[in-house]
């Protein structure tokens, strides 16, 4: 088993190493900015975009939502949130040609598992937060952690950029780890530092007040002033997928790619939290069929505590059985909610059944998909999808059947 995982680790070594050589080390003529963590990596490097851009940048961007290369955008439908086979190196390359001054890349622990990290002259490093994620996959929660861990000593140690500055935030328990790595010397931020600052609408809740934090240190350290900064920060326009809202009145609709424990207990606090809601309306699933097993009752768990009525559906069972996946995080719903819970197989259907059942005041919120635009089924099947789309269809029959 130790021979066979080697021998995978040299061949995805191989193939960074060989991308960088037939791409000729693009890295080395753009100013690269990597962004690890558990969550908010996206949205930090959205908000990165948005102020070099107001600063009059070029800037290209791989992240689980979409690539970017200047003024051209595409949704990522690739399933990796960090590919690999030579695509950034001939992203890098693309933006290279396409005068862009600065790369932005979300580095994965899968990604930096396989090297894909490798041979990327980075200039910056930075560390959002650190959550239990993809442990079946690491093993541990450690091992999880030194993939993360790995992105920092390869930039430290690789990279050929000088000077190189790394960020962690320093809200987060982890951040030591990752500032040592850095020989503590990273530039570490805090909710505090943008106080003062007034944040757009899209940037709700305390973790995004971290998210702007660490965009607001790196912004400042290339150079971006703070007149830009703070135009940036009001008017940003989110993120497709996090905390994105469809509707906001009489009774809010509200889309989010939440698929971890902390994550969930995250979004449902800041939403009863900012927005007062009469009811939480929750329809929630269970993301990657075959993995993370250990979630799925933890997900019952803290839906029992946040939420009004809980609607379990369907969301990426892969091989697996889905109404399966639904049952093992019904375990999880304290008998209190029991009666106020639904088990609705269709998504669709379960989508609709929240919207129907809202009322003035109220929240709904789905979580899970966030912005990607299908499910993954049996044998590789991928079912097109969005949240978004589906909550706005449902609407538009509502207020069709009000009028008529």
């Known amino acids: 088993m130790d021979l066979v995982k080697k021998a995978k680790g040299t061949y995805h070594f191989l193939l960074a190493y060989i991308g960088a050589v037939i791409y000729r080390h693009p890295s080395r003529e753009l100013f690269v900015i990597g962004v690890t963590g558990t969550k908010g990596k996206s949205t930090v490097l959205e908000i990165l975009a948005a102020g070099l851009e107001a600063a009059g940048n070029k800037v290209a961007l791989s992240s689980s939502v979409r690539t970017k290369i200047g003024a051209y955008s595409k949704i990522n439908q690739s399933g990796n949130t960090m590919p690999g086979r030579f695509f950034l190196q001939d992203l890098m390359r693309r933006a290279v040609k396409a005068d862009c001054q600065f790369a932005l890349i979300e580095v994965t622990s899968e990604g930096v598992r396989q090297h894909r990290d490798r041979f990327i002259d980075f200039d910056v490093a930075a560390f959002t937060n650190l959550h239990p994620e993809h442990i079946e996959s690491h093993g541990s929660f450690e091992k999880y952690r030194e993939a993360k861990l790995d992105f920092f000593r390869n ?45 757009s609408p899209a940037l709700i809740g305390d973790f995004n007040r971290e998210n702007v934090a660490i965009a607001e240190a790196i912004l400042k350290t290339v150079g971006v002033t703070e007149l830009v900064r703070r135009r940036t920060f009001k008017t940003f326009p989110g993120v497709p997928g996090r905390v994105e809202f469809v509707k906001q009145e009489p009774f809010a609709v509200v889309v989010d790619y939440a698929h971890t424990p902390e994550s969930l207990r995250t ?94 005041g109220d929240v709904v919120i789905m979580t899970g998909k966030g912005s990607e635009t299908y499910i993954r089924v049996a044998k590789g099947k991928r079912v097109p999808w969005s949240d978004r789309k589906v909550s706005e269809e449902v609407l538009a029959e509502m207020k069709k059947n009000n009028e008529s």
């Open 155 to 199: 930039v430290d140690k690789f990279s050929k950029k000088h000077p190189k500055w790394f960020f962690v935030n320093g809200e987060n328990e982890n951040s030591k780890f990752f500032a040592e790595v850095a020989d503590n010397q990273a530039i570490t931020s805090f909710k505090k530092d943008v106080e003062g600052y007034e944040l």
């Open 267 to 360: 979004i449902y606090g800041t939403l009863k939290k900012e927005l007062k809601p009469h009811n939480l309306i929750c329809v929630l699933g269970s993301a990657g069929g075959g993995r993370d097993k250990w979630k799925r009752p933890e997900f019952g768990k803290i839906a029992s505590e946040y939420c009004s009525r809980i609607i379990l559906t369907n969301e990426d069972p892969f091989d697996e059985d889905p109404m399966e996946i639904i049952n093992e995080i019904e375990q999880g719903i304290s008998p209190a909610k029991k009666d106020k819970s639904l088990k609705i197989l269709d998504r669709r259907e379960a989508i609709r059944t929240a919207i129907a059942g809202a009322k003035k």
